[in-house]
T-cell receptor, first 113, second 116 residues
Framework: DQQVKQNSPSLSVQEGRISILNCDYTNSMFDYFLWYKKYPAEGPTFLISISSIKDKNEDGRFTVFLNKSAKHLSLHIVPSQPGDSAVYFCAASDEGGSEKLVFGKGTKLTVNP | NAGVTQTPKFQVLKTGQSMTLQCAQDMNHEYMSWYRQDPGMGLRLIHYSVGAGITDQGEVPNGYNVSRSTTEDFPLRLLSAAPSQTSVYFC???????????????FGAGSRLTVL
C-alpha cells in the first residue's frame, strides 16, 4: 500500500502563474516531509522541507503547506518559470527524522512560456 | 566538492551476469543509501547504511548486496542480474536541513541499468 501519494501525474501552467503540487500520506508517524525536483538524466535535488510541527515553510518562490489533520501537503511555486519544468517528488520520513525516505510517484510539471 | 559520484552511468547486462554499481561521496556523510526508480513507481529504497560497517535492508532488497568498508564508498552488487532489475539506480548520502531539521538526501546522477 502506497504511503505517500501524488495523484496527479502531470500539471501544466503558464509562466508567471502559480503552480500547486499536491501530496497525500497515510502514515501518521511521518515526522518530516520533503520535496525534490528532478530533471531528465539527473538525480533528484532537494527543494524544501517541513517538520510535522509546522504548517508552512517558505523559501523564495517555493512554499510548502502541511495539513496534518487531512494528511495532506502541497507545494506552491510563485511565480512559475519555464526552468521549473521538471518532475517533483514528495517524500516523507519517520522515526524522528530518519534518512529513510518514502517517495511518491512524482508529478511532472510543465511551465509554458 | 564532487558530491555523490556514481559509476557507470550506463550498463547493459545479460541475465545471470554480475556487476557492481559504484558510489562515492566526499562530504563525510555517515548515512548512505541506494534507491531504484522505475516508470510510474517513484523511488524505492534498496539498502542503506548508517555508517562504516553497518548496512540494512530497505523496501526492495532482494537480488542486491551492499557493504560499507569506508565512510566514502557504498557499492551495490547484483550477483545474478534479472530483467526485473532493469532500472535507474540512485545513490544518496544525507545531511541535516537547517530550516526544518529533516535529514536531506543528496543524490548522485544515477546509473541506468538494462538487463537483457
Amino acid at each position: 500500500d502506497q504511503q505517500v501519494k501524488q495523484n496527479s501525474p502531470s500539471l501544466s501552467v503558464q509562466e508567471g502563474r502559480i503552480s500547486i503540487l499536491n501530496c497525500d500520506y497515510t502514515n501518521s508517524m511521518f515526522d518530516y516531509f520533503l520535496w525534490y525536483k528532478k530533471y531528465p538524466a539527473e538525480g533528484p535535488t532537494f527543494l524544501i522541507s517541513i517538520s510535522s510541527i509546522k504548517d508552512k515553510n517558505e523559501d523564495g518562490r517555493f512554499t510548502v503547506f502541511l495539513n496534518k489533520s487531512a494528511k495532506h501537503l502541497s507545494l506552491h511555486i510563485v511565480p512559475s518559470q519555464p526552468g521549473d519544468s521538471a518532475v517533483y517528488f514528495c517524500a516523507a520520513s519517520d522515526e524522528g527524522g530518519s534518512e529513510k525516505l518514502v517517495f511518491g510517484k512524482g508529478t511532472k510539471l510543465t511551465v509554458n512560456p | 566538492n564532487a558530491g555523490v559520484t556514481q559509476t557507470p552511468k550506463f550498463q547493459v547486462l545479460k541475465t545471470g551476469q554480475s556487476m557492481t554499481l559504484q558510489c562515492a561521496q566526499d562530504m563525510n556523510h555517515e548515512y548512505m543509501s541506494w534507491y531504484r526508480q522505475d516508470p510510474g513507481m517513484g523511488l524505492r529504497l534498496i539498502h542503506y547504511s548508517v555508517g562504516a560497517g553497518i548496512t540494512d535492508q530497505g523496501e526492495v532488497p532482494n537480488g542486491y548486496n551492499v557493504s560499507r568498508s569506508t565512510t566514502e564508498d557504498f557499492p551495490l552488487r547484483l550477483l545474478s542480474a534479472a530483467p526485473s532489475q532493469t532500472s535507474v539506480y540512485f545513490c544518496a548520502s544525507s545531511y541535516g536541513a537547517p530550516s526544518s531539521g529533516a535529514n536531506v538526501l543528496t543524490f548522485g546522477a544515477g546509473s541506468r541499468l538494462t538487463v537483457l
